[in-house]
């Protein structure tokens, strides 16, 4: 089973994700791959993989990821090979997707694997205090084209299966936990 986590940047999808995979066994994540730079916090291979540009396009154009797009004019994408692999292996994996990727997850995966997609909202005058106090923090310049794509993110709610407030991390969290495990015990899934 994918869990896809969406929302605007500074939504709280990595925290959340760390959180579930603490809490529950047989839980992954699978990091994207991206073109972007290394910033504080990151750690290559735990939060993204990170390749060069010309490294990125070369995977789209030999067909090596599922679904890519340019977010914050860098690259971001899944790996076939990867998820695959840890869909074979039984796990659930837990991966923080943007709208665009998760609509194409959704078309791919569709036929031979169960996909609950889950949208985190967060009021767009809080989503700015969080951008604001991240530890990476992001210039204005950043924060203002991120704070740009809300209402766009937020046209696209309903390709998911869930929406939830994330005013209370506790709460969301538990709140994901219990999606999960009502899902995997679905035992005919319609996908």
């Known amino acids: 089973m994918l869990v896809i ?9 990595n925290t959340i994700q760390k959180e579930i995979i603490k809490r529950m066994e047989n839980v992954v ?11 504080p916090g990151d750690v290559p291979g735990e939060t993204y993989n990170f390749v060069s540009t010309e ?6 154009k030999d067909g090596e990821l599922y679904e890519y ?3 914050h ?13 840890k869909i074979k292996e039984g796990k659930v994996i837990i991966k923080d997707i943007d709208v665009n990727g998760t609509e194409n997850l959704i078309n791919l995966l569709k036929n031979d694997t169960k996909v609950i997609t889950i949208f985190l909202r967060v009021p767009k005058k809080e989503l700015e205090k969080r951008l604001e106090t991240r530890i990476d923090k992001p210039s204005p310049k950043e924060i203002k084209l ?13 390709l998911y299966d869930y929406v939830i407030k994330n005013n209370d991390l506790e709460k969301t969290v538990s709140i ?16």
């Open 55 to 60: 490294e990125f396009e070369r995977m789209i």
């Open 5 to 13: 986590l969406s929302g605007v940047a500074g939504a709280g999808k």
């Open 176 to 191: 994901i936990q219990t999606i999960i495990e009502e899902e995997l015990k679905v035992k005919n899934p319609e996908f």
């Open 69 to 71: 797009d340019i977010h």
């Open 73 to 85: 004019n860098h690259y971001y994408g899944t790996s076939r090979k990867v998820l695959n692999d």
């Open 29 to 39: 994540a699978i990091p994207s791959f991206t073109d972007r730079p290394i910033r």
């Open 146 to 158: 991120r704070l740009n794509r809300f209402d766009y993110e937020e046209s696209k709610i309903d």
